[in-house]
C-alpha cells in the first residue's frame, strides 16, 4: 500500500508563494511519475504539473507554466511543487498522485486516470 502525504498549504497574499511537499512511503511504493492536481470548490479536479521519476522531465498546465515548479527528490520519495506569483484563482485544494506503471517516453500522464495513488490533499488559499 502507498501513502502520499502532502503539506505545505496555507494562506497567502496575491503575488506570494508558497512550497507544497509530498512524501510517499509504503513497502510496494515505486514510481513512474508524480503529479500535482488541484481543485476549487463545484468543479473539477484539474491537472497542475508532473514529473517523470526517472529522468525529471516535467510537464506544466498552461494556467501555471513559468509560475510553478514542480521537483523531486528520489533519495526521500518526496515530490514538491514551488508555486511562485500566486493569485486568487490559484485557490483550491491540492492533490499529489502517483502512477505506478510504466509508459512511453512520448506520453505525459495528465489525466485522472493515468493515476492510482492519491494523498488527502492540502489546501491552498490565495488573498486579494
Known amino acids: 500500500q502507498v501513502q502520499l502525504v502532502e503539506s505545505g498549504g496555507g494562506l497567502v497574499q496575491a503575488g506570494g508563494s508558497l512550497r507544497l511537499s509530498c512524501a510517499a512511503s509504503g513497502r510496494t511504493f515505486r514510481s513512474y511519475a508524480m503529479a500535482w492536481f488541484r481543485q476549487c470548490p463545484g468543479k473539477e479536479r484539474e491537472f497542475v504539473a508532473v514529473i517523470r521519476w526517472g529522468g525529471g522531465s516535467t510537464y506544466y498546465a498552461d494556467s501555471v507554466k513559468g509560475r510553478f515548479t514542480i521537483s523531486r527528490d528520489n533519495a526521500k520519495n518526496t515530490v514538491y511543487l514551488q508555486m511562485n506569483s500566486l493569485q486568487p484563482e490559484d485557490t483550491a485544494v491540492y492533490y499529489c498522485?502517483?502512477?505506478?506503471?510504466?509508459?512511453?517516453?512520448?506520453?505525459?500522464?495528465?489525466?485522472?486516470?493515468?493515476?492510482?495513488?492519491w494523498g488527502q490533499g492540502t489546501q491552498v488559499t490565495v488573498s486579494s
Open positions: 498522485a502517483s502512477r505506478a506503471t510504466y509508459y512511453s517516453g512520448n506520453y505525459i500522464p495528465t489525466t485522472l486516470t493515468d493515476f492510482r495513488s
